[in-house]
């Protein structure tokens, strides 16, 4: 197995580090690495050997979790670019998407019926695509003086307030 612990999860799975990625090639590098770390491949060589190709498919897990997921990987292209989130102690949020936010829970708390509700994620889901667009273009600018590290960040704390959204439909859906 040669992999290296010090490894970013773009390196780890050999991709370019940038927003925009191929879900289907993730997805195969996961399960190529997958098989390279599985413990059982390392039975005949110890119970130490087993541990580390364990420890190996938690790391190649973690990675995966946060390369696969929109949100995720583009919180930690921030992160590697030296601009945390901090969404637990940094609210702050644009005006506008706060009051496009209150509207949105407003209508949730009048829907009477699913339709109403359906209305309200088809608006959410086209609002997040925006939203994963200006993440693109921030984030996968040709050089790095061109990428917008800190408007990226704001973007990652709106598309965060859209998922707990779309969480909160969903749930208001399902009853």
């Not at 399960?31 to 130490?48: V, Y």
């Not at 921030?78 to 637990?88: K, M, N, T, V, Y």
């Not at 088809?122 to 917008?148: F, I, W």
Request: aromatic share 8%; glycine share 2%; with cysteine.
């Amino acid at each position: 197995m040669n992999l290296n612990l010090q490894s970013n999860d773009f390196e780890l799975f050999g991709l370019t580090p940038q927003f925009s990625q191929n879900r289907h090639a993730i997805d195969n590098r996961w399960k190529q690495l997958q098989r390279e770390a599985h413990p059982d491949k390392f039975s005949a060589q110890g119970a130490a050997a087993q541990r580390i190709a364990m420890q190996w498919s938690v790391r190649i897990n973690e990675a995966y979790q946060r390369l696969k997921d929109p949100l995720k990987r583009a919180a930690y292209l921030c992160e590697l670019a030296g601009f945390p989130i901090q969404a637990h102690n940094n609210t702050a949020m644009p005006a506008a998407f706060l009051m496009q936010q209150m509207q949105w829970r407003e209508e949730l708390d009048d829907a009477k019926i699913p339709a109403a509700i359906e209305a309200i994620i088809t608006e959410v889901m086209q609002s997040k695509q925006e939203v994963l667009q200006n993440l693109a273009h921030l984030l996968d600018a040709p050089t790095d003086a061109e990428r917008n590290y800190p408007a990226a960040v704001a973007q990652v704390r709106v598309l965060m307030f859209m998922e707990k959204l779309l969480s909160d439909l969903d749930t208001a859906l399902d009853s």
